[in-house]
Structure formats: C-alpha cells, structure tokens
C-alpha cells in the first residue's frame, strides 16, 4: 500500500515537473533568443541558449522611437489595463451587491438572462461594438479598450456568489444602526470581498493587456496602439520575421508588466478559492 502511494506521489512529481518544462522551456528561448546577433538566429538554428550574448537588440528597440515606438506601446497599454480594472473593480462590485443584496423584483431572471447571454461569443459583438465606438468618437482613443467589457457578466457572478456568503445579520445590524445602502456596501461588503475584487481586477488587467483583436480594429494610429496591436505592426516593420532578436525583445518587455503583477499578487489567487476568507471571527 505504502509503494502505491509513493508511486502515486512519485507519478505526480513527475506530471508537474513535464508541465513546467512545457510552459517555461519556451519563456527561457524566447529570453534567450533576445540576446542573440541576427547572424547566429539564421547559422545555428534552435538551440536554447545563445553562443554570444548581445543587446544591440534591445538598443534597437529603445532608439526606434518613430516607426516602432515600443515604449509609447507598454505605457498605452499600462493607462488603458489600469484605468480598465479600476472601473471594472467599482462596476462589478456596486452590480454584485443589487444582485446579491438588494430585493427588486425579476431580479435573479434578469441575471441569469444577462448570464446566458454573456455565453455568446464576444466576436458576435465585433460589428455592432464598432458601431457603437466610432458614433461615439472614440476610435483611436483609449477609452475604446477602457469603456467595453466593464460589467463582465463572469465577474459578476464570482463577486455575487462570493458576497452571498457573507451573513445578512451584518447589513441587518447596521439598518438598525441607521446604515444606508451605500454605507453597508463600503463599509461591510467591500472589506469582506477584497480577495475576489483583486483575483477578478488581475483577469481583468491581463485580459485588457492582452487582448488583441479589439484594438487591431480600433487603431489606426501608431502612436496611440497598445502594445499588442503595436507588436503585430512591428512584424511587418521588421521584414516579416527576419529580425527575431528584435521581436523576441519586444515580446519580453511586453509580458514583465503581467509577470511582476502575478508574482506579487498570487496569494490573492488562494484566498479567493475559501468563500470564508473575507469574514473574521
């Protein structure tokens, strides 16, 4: 019995070790590939550290303020992620508590219906989203990221399931203490559910970091594109691919914003998957 388990633990090990083999081997060739000369990317092929490590790449990058303005990208793209979340996090949380708190009538049928619809895919939206945007004059303007999306019916739901954990005594008490709405919200709910407000604020600065399709349709203009628009802009400055080094530097810079986020914020992660977290004692 004892040599199953062990066999069992053993096996598991070895499951976890290949997945992060998977995930990270081509990270450190990525990173690796950034160092190399143009010359040793077309001579030697793959191999996953270079011969010789340089940064005339990254000089490259960081002098092209003009046609590539790689920099101006990751600061777009970091005003319209955090503005992004900012207002997700108010949107979510004031929606989650009419749904969870507050009595009105139709009030689950209409969830679930904004529910069942937010099921569609999103490129069913495309059209009728651009309309929307270009009436409004918003087209190369950051606010066609930073408006769509707020009150995403997936982040809702957590933060309504999360708050429906939280006892009704604690809002009963403070009506009776002559607390309003709004007092029990930001007073009571919001302390109680800062575990689920960061994890849905981290999917939803990721999301808005890394989306892509969106703002290929909605820029234009090089200067205001986020950095995923601007690294599909880049390919074609580059010659289609034949300056690796440059891309694979580029491709890096673009992911240390949402790889220092996680590394600060994972716990977060583990606190929300405990319903229990946010009440004390």
Not at 149 to 174: T, W
Not at 215 to 231: F, H, R
Not at 253 to 274: E, G, H, M, N, R
């Amino acid at each position: 019995m004892k040599k199953k388990v062990n066999l069992s633990k053993y096996l598991s090990y070895l499951f976890l070790i290949v997945v992060c083999a998977i995930w990270i081997i081509p990270l450190i060739f990525g990173f690796a590939t950034s160092f190399r000369s143009q010359t040793e990317v077309v001579t030697q092929g793959f191999r996953l550290l270079p011969v010789n490590w340089v940064v005339e790449n990254y000089a490259m990058i960081f002098s092209d303020t003009g046609s590539a303005p790689i920099l101006k990208w990751i600061y777009n793209s970091l005003f319209i992620a955090v503005t992004h979340t900012i207002l997700v996090i108010i949107v979510i949380s004031i929606t989650a508590y009419g749904y969870s708190r507050m009595k009105f009538k139709g009030r689950d049928v209409l969830f679930f219906t904004l529910l069942a619809i937010s099921f569609f895919p999103n490129v069913v939206n495309l059209i009728p989203s651009y309309k929307i945007i270009d009436t409004l004059g918003w087209v190369n303007t950051p606010w066609a990221m930073i408006i769509p999306g707020l009150a995403g019916m997936g982040n809702i739901f957590l933060v309504r399931q999360f708050m429906k954990n939280i006892p009704r005594e604690l809002d009963e008490s403070a009506r009776v203490d002559g607390a309003t709405d709004f007092q029990i919200y930001s007073r009571i709910i919001l302390p109680a559910i800062k575990p689920i407000l960061i994890v849905c604020g981290l999917f939803s600065f990721v999301g808005s970091w890394n989306d892509f399709l969106w703002p290929v349709i909605v820029y234009t203009d090089v200067e205001k594109m986020p950095v995923t628009a601007g690294l599909l802009l880049l390919q074609d400055i580059y010659g289609n691919y034949r300056m690796i080094g440059q891309l694979m530097g580029s491709a890096i810079l673009a992911i240390i914003p949402t790889v220092l986020l996680f590394v600060f914020a994972q716990k977060y992660f583990v606190q929300s998957l405990d319903l229990n977290s946010g009440i004390k004692g």
